[in-house]
C-alpha cells in the first residue's frame, strides 16, 4: 500500500502492522534517513549483529534465510537491503506468501515508475511503499528556520533565499551544510550572506541530481565535479546508472509530448511528479539539445550499464562514470 504525506511520520515510529517497507524516490538522504528511522523503531539499534542484517541488491538468495532467522537477544530482527531492484521482487514476494517473523526495509533510490517491485508492494497489505522525493522551496526554507532557530542562529531573507536555491536536492547534505553554518555563526549569532558564502561554497548541495541535470545540459564540468561529491557521499554505482535512466526516461515523454504540439516550456510542467523549480531551466535545455532517437538510444545505454554493474566483478563506479559523463559530453557537442 502507497503512504501519504499525512501517515508517513507515524509509520516510521511504528511500523509494526506491516512486514516490508519500500523506500523509493530521488531523494537518497532522504531514503537513507527513513530507512534508518525504521530499523531503530523495530530493532532498537542500526548496528546490533543479532537484529540487525545490512544486504546489498544481489540479496535475493539470501533474503528468505535472514527474514526467518530468530535473534538471539529476542526481539523482531530487521533485514535492510541498499539499492533494492526489481531483481528482489520474487525473492520478496516470496516473504510475503510465508511468515517470517523479520521485518525487511528495501532502500530503492531511482526505481522506476513502472517497477514490477513497486507494483507488487503496492498492491500488498503487509507492506508500506512511501516516496522520497526533494523537498519544494517552503519546505527547504522551513528546515533552514528550524536548524537555525535551535542553534539560537538568526538568519536574514536574503540568505535564506540564497541557500534556498543551492540546498534542497538530498536532505542529508542540505542538513550537514546547514548545521555547518550554524556552528559557524555560533550561538546568537548571525548567518548572513558573507558567512553562507564562506561556510556553504559552490558545491554545497550538489549532488547526483545535479550531476544528471548538468549531464542532459551539456556541462561536462559540472557533472564530472558532482558525480566526484555523490560517489564520495556513498552514492551506489548502479544507483548512480538508474538514477540516469529515470532522469533521462522522463526527459523522453517529455519530448513525445513536444512532438505532439507542446512547447518546451509546457513539457516540463507537465512532467509527473513535479520538476523542481530551479531545475526547470537545464531541463528545457535539455529538451533543446536531446531529439527523442537520441534519448531512446540513451535510455537503452543506461539499461546496458545498469545490468553491467550487476556483474560480479565488474568495476561499477568506471561504469557508472563513463556512462554518464558520456550524456555530458554528447549533450556539450549538440550546444557547440
Avoid at 122 to 128: G, H, I, P, R
Amino acid at each position: 500500500m502507497k503512504l501519504d504525506a499525512r501517515r508517513i511520520d507515524g509509520f516510521l515510529r511504528d511500523p509494526s502492522p506491516v512486514r516490508v517497507a519500500l523506500l523509493h524516490g530521488e531523494d537518497t538522504g532522504l531514503i537513507r534517513e527513513r530507512g534508518s528511522k525504521l530499523t531503530r523503531a523495530v530493532a532498537g539499534s542500526l548496528d546490533d549483529p543479532f537484529r540487525v542484517a545490512d544486504l546489498d541488491h544481489d540479496a535475493a538468495a539470501r533474503l528468505g534465510d535472514e527474514l526467518a532467522s530468530m535473534p538471539l537477544t529476542g526481539g523482531r530482527r530487521v533485514v535492510r537491503v541498499r539499492d533494492a531492484g526489481d531483481g528482489l521482487t520474487a525473492a520478496v514476494e516470496r516473504a510475503l506468501a510465508g511468515r517470517a517473523p523479520g521485518f525487511l526495509v528495501l532502500e530503492a533510490p531511482g526505481l522506476a515508475s513502472r517497477s514490477k517491485l513497486r507494483a507488487a508492494l503496492e498492491k500488498s497489505a503487509d507492506a508500506a511503499v512511501i516516496a522520497c522525493y526533494p523537498p519544494d522551496a517552503a519546505a527547504i526554507a522551513g528546515e533552514i528556520r528550524t536548524a537555525m532557530q535551535a542553534a539560537g542562529v538568526s538568519v536574514d531573507a536574503e540568505t535564506l533565499r540564497w541557500l534556498q536555491d543551492r540546498l534542497g536536492s538530498d536532505l542529508e547534505v542540505t542538513r550537514r551544510e546547514i548545521e555547518k553554518l550554524a556552528l559557524y555563526a555560533g550561538p546568537n549569532g548571525k548567518a548572513d550572506m558573507a558567512a553562507a558564502q564562506a561556510c556553504v561554497g559552490d558545491l554545497a548541495g550538489v549532488s547526483l541530481e545535479d550531476a544528471l541535470y548538468a549531464a542532459t545540459a551539456g556541462d561536462p564540468a559540472v557533472t564530472d565535479r558532482a558525480l566526484e561529491l555523490a560517489l564520495s557521499e556513498g552514492a551506489a554505482a548502479v544507483a548512480v546508472v538508474r538514477g540516469g535512466l529515470l532522469h533521462v526516461q522522463k526527459l523522453h515523454r517529455a519530448r513525445l509530448a513536444m512532438a505532439g504540439g507542446m512547447q518546451a516550456g509546457e513539457a516540463t510542467e507537465a512532467v509527473r511528479p513535479p520538476i523542481f523549480f530551479r531545475r526547470k531551466p537545464a531541463f528545457e535545455q535539455a529538451l533543446r539539445l536531446w531529439p527523442e532517437p537520441a534519448l531512446a538510444a540513451a535510455a537503452a545505454r543506461l539499461w546496458e550499464a545498469e545490468r553491467n554493474c550487476k556483474r560480479t566483478g565488474s568495476p561499477a563506479e568506471t561504469i557508472a562514470r563513463s556512462v554518464i559523463l558520456g550524456l555530458a559530453q554528447r549533450a556539450a557537442a549538440q550546444r557547440r
